[in-house]
């Protein structure tokens, strides 16, 4: 059975972790499977946004730690190769044009953990929680965690839950800025289709620029940030979204777009 299945809903496509009997941890096939799975996506222009969620009662627990310890070459080798594979599907999340939906239905965990936080939203039903786990193990966080969180939170912030590993709780995470959304009990996967919906009413050109813009301004010094607006706008000006947008607001009515970017 495949460890990452698809679900089309018109231009929504609902991916879910598929390994419920593990509580949907990662090993070197989940993770091939994902980062394939994500570059196809990444490609289809049908798709307008993604909702990721996990089978059962947990979204991610992270890392398959039964898997590494049992890999042949030994547990260090099989990190590299997952975290490598791992890593490939973070990149394609942060880099897609499309909306990426977290519904975090249950634990999210090390690099289920990760894996949320790469995500652009995320609705969490009020009995799940966060949990980084890598130091606890004598990990370091991978995943892209050290890079999204103290952008999420603040350093100081970030620190104190990679050096304590205290579970986060929907609303106190939603308090912290790490949850867009706090839904109840097997709520999650509806709440997040439905924002999903409301995404692919808004221009896609719009939002994959915003979206690029964001990740990058973390990355460049002002000077370079306003050049960068400044081409994006103008791109977005001559973009039939941004002409159908501009018009609606002469004629004050919402706009259509054309749901391309």
Same mark, same amino acid.
């Given at each position: 059975?495949?460890?990452?299945?698809?679900?089309?809903?018109? +231009?929504?496509?609902?991916?879910?972790?598929?390994? +419920?009997?593990?509580?949907?941890?990662?090993?070197?096939?989940?993770?091939?499977?994902?980062?394939?799975?994500?570059?196809?996506?990444?490609?289809?222009?049908?798709?307008?946004?993604?909702?990721?969620?996990?089978?059962?009662?947990?979204?991610?627990?992270?890392?398959?730690?039964?898997?590494?310890?049992?890999?042949?070459?030994?547990?260090?080798?099989?990190?590299?190769?997952?975290?490598?594979?791992?890593?490939?599907?973070?990149?394609?999340?942060?880099?897609?044009?499309?909306?990426?939906?977290?519904?975090?239905?249950?634990?999210?965990?090390?690099?289920?953990?990760?894996?949320?936080?790469?995500?652009?939203?995320?609705?969490?039903?009020?009995?799940?929680?966060?949990?980084?786990?890598?130091?606890?193990?004598?990990?370091?966080?991978?995943?892209?965690?050290?890079?999204?969180? +103290?952008?999420?939170?603040?350093?100081?912030?970030?620190?104190?839950?990679?050096?304590?590993?205290?579970?986060?709780?929907?609303?106190?995470?939603?308090?912290?800025?790490?949850?867009?959304?706090?839904?109840?009990?097997?709520?999650?996967?509806?709440?997040?289709?439905?924002?999903?919906?409301?995404?692919?009413?808004?221009?896609?050109?719009?939002?994959?620029?915003?979206?690029?813009?964001?990740?990058?301004?973390?990355?460049?010094?002002?000077?370079?940030?306003?050049?960068?607006?400044?081409?994006?706008?103008?791109?977005?000006?001559?973009?039939?979204?941004?002409?159908?947008?501009?018009?609606?607001?002469?004629?004050?009515?919402? +706009?259509?777009?054309?749901?391309?970017?």
């Amino acid at each position: 059975m495949s460890a990452v299945l698809l679900h089309r809903e018109g +231009p929504v496509v609902r991916m879910t972790l598929n390994r +419920p009997k593990v509580f949907n941890a990662i090993d070197l096939e989940m993770a091939t499977e994902l980062t394939e799975q994500l570059m196809s996506l990444s490609a289809d222009e049908r798709m307008q946004a993604v909702v990721l969620t996990g089978n059962g009662n947990a979204f991610c627990a992270g890392g398959d730690l039964k898997w590494m310890h049992g890999f042949e070459e030994g547990a260090a080798a099989a990190v590299r190769r997952l975290v490598t594979q791992f890593h490939l599907a973070i990149t394609e999340i942060r880099t897609m044009r499309r909306p990426v939906i977290a519904a975090i239905n249950g634990v999210a965990a090390g690099g289920g953990f990760s894996l949320a936080l790469a995500c652009d939203f995320r609705v969490m039903s009020e009995n799940a929680t966060l949990r980084q786990s890598y130091t606890s193990k004598g990990l370091s966080i991978d995943g892209g965690g050290t890079f999204m969180l +103290p952008r999420l939170v603040g350093l100081a912030k970030a620190l104190e839950i990679a050096a304590f590993d205290r579970p986060i709780d929907a609303h106190k995470a939603q308090a912290w800025g790490l949850a867009t959304q706090v839904v109840g009990n097997g709520e999650a996967e509806r709440a997040a289709m439905k924002l999903a919906d409301e995404l692919c009413g808004r221009s896609m050109n719009s939002l994959a620029w915003s979206k690029r813009l964001l990740s990058h301004s973390f990355q460049t010094d002002l000077a370079s940030q306003l050049e960068a607006e400044r081409a994006a706008i103008v791109a977005c000006a001559s973009h039939a979204d941004g002409l159908e947008g501009l018009k609606a607001f002469v004629e004050k009515r919402e +706009p259509h777009f054309a749901g391309r970017d």
